[in-house]
Nanobody
Framework: QVQLVESGGGLAQPGGSLHLSCLASGGDFTIATMSWYRQDAGEQRELVASITRRGSPTYADSVTGRFTISLDLSRVTVYLQMDNLKPEDTAVYYC???????????WGRGTQVTVSS
């Protein structure tokens, strides 16, 4: 069974930074894309950033220029560097993996990010 485990969330001040990690393990899979989503209370889950196995990233307009996604295939880990954080970045951040061979989708359980002074 494929498992995704996020880490690195926490409390940051406005203008601060956090570095999220998501490790994929277990089962038999080949990464097509890995992504970060976020969901605040009462809101729908939204895409933050995505990256292909070849390293091509895409970003939501709201985080472009502030967040950077990267993928280390050897470590089977996707990262999200979050800089210049804003209170509106507060949410639970989820990691998602799409399998290249069968299209299966896997989600992590999420990590809380809170931006507040």
């Amino acid at each position: 069974q494929v498992q995704l485990v996020e880490s690195g969330g926490g409390l940051a001040q406005p203008g601060g930074s956090l570095h999220l990690s998501c490790l994929a393990s277990g089962g038999d899979f080949t990464i097509a894309t890995m992504s970060w989503y976020r969901q605040d209370a009462g809101e729908q889950r939204e895409l933050v950033a995505s990256i292909t196995r070849r390293g091509s990233p895409t970003y939501a307009d709201s985080v472009t220029g502030r967040f950077t996604i990267s993928l280390d295939l050897s470590r089977v880990t996707v990262y999200l560097q979050m800089d210049n954080l804003k209170p509106e970045d507060t949410a639970v951040y989820y990691c998602k993996l799409v399998d290249l061979l069968n299209g299966n989708i896997y989600w992590g359980r999420g990590t809380q990010v809170t931006v507040s002074s």
